[in-house]
């Protein structure tokens, strides 16, 4: 597959390897994020049901990575869903762990106004694909978060209880909606070919 062209005298930002790297970085953090969040978990959280909720809390991030990367095949416009949606992520902790993320939503953002250029992408398509992309990561989150799921657990040391969980369907049903907004993305910024390009016999 073709990556989009790049302008040396852009910046940084605009390179490939940049966007990989950044991109490597979220999705560590999204899994990073789900290990600790798995760790830290009441006993109620326990097993199977504990690590795919932890999974599915951490997905969102790691599908911002995955968006970096698709970006990078002419499809600029998808780094601008990831850097959106990393800024309300970065502020998803309350200890403030996920505040760095406000760090590679800035240069995701710089990534997309400098490669865009080189694309050629209508004001409309480019709006359509960003709250598409965005409103399936906000209803994946969502899904974790909503309904409040009351769970009590006794451990051979004590007995305890949690005002909420994540389960089994809310995990799932996150999954499918972040799966849904990586597979949207794709197809919505999928590049036009030029006119030329279309009458050309070689193509």
Excluded at 152 to 166: F, L, Q
Aim: net charge neutral.
């Amino acid at each position: 597959m073709a990556t989009a062209p790049e302008n040396p005298e852009i910046g940084l930002a605009n390179s490939a390897p940049f966007i990989r790297a950044v991109a490597g970085f979220l999705v560590l953090a999204g899994l990073g994020l789900a290990a600790i969040r798995f760790v830290g978990a009441s006993p109620a959280e326990d097993g199977f049901e504990g690590a795919l909720g932890s999974l599915a809390l951490g997905t969102p991030v790691v599908a911002t990575g995955v968006l970096a990367l698709l970006a990078i095949r002419e499809r600029a416009v998808l780094l601008l869903p990831a850097a959106v949606v990393l800024v309300p992520m970065s502020f998803l902790s309350f200890a403030l762990v996920t505040l760095p993320l406000l760090v590679p939503a800035v240069m995701l953002s710089i990534g997309y106004r400098r490669r865009s250029r080189a694309e050629s992408m209508s004001g409309a398509r480019a709006a359509v694909t960003l709250w598409v992309v965005v409103l399936f990561v906000i209803a994946a989150v969502g899904a974790l978060l909503v309904h409040h799921d009351p769970r009590e657990y006794t451990t051979p040391t004590g007995s305890g209880g949690t005002s909420d969980i994540i389960t089994t369907v809310e995990a799932l049903i996150s999954l499918a909606l972040t799966a849904t907004s990586l597979a949207a993305g794709w197809f919505l910024s999928a590049p036009v070919p030029s006119p030329a390009a279309q009458l050309d016999p070689a193509n």
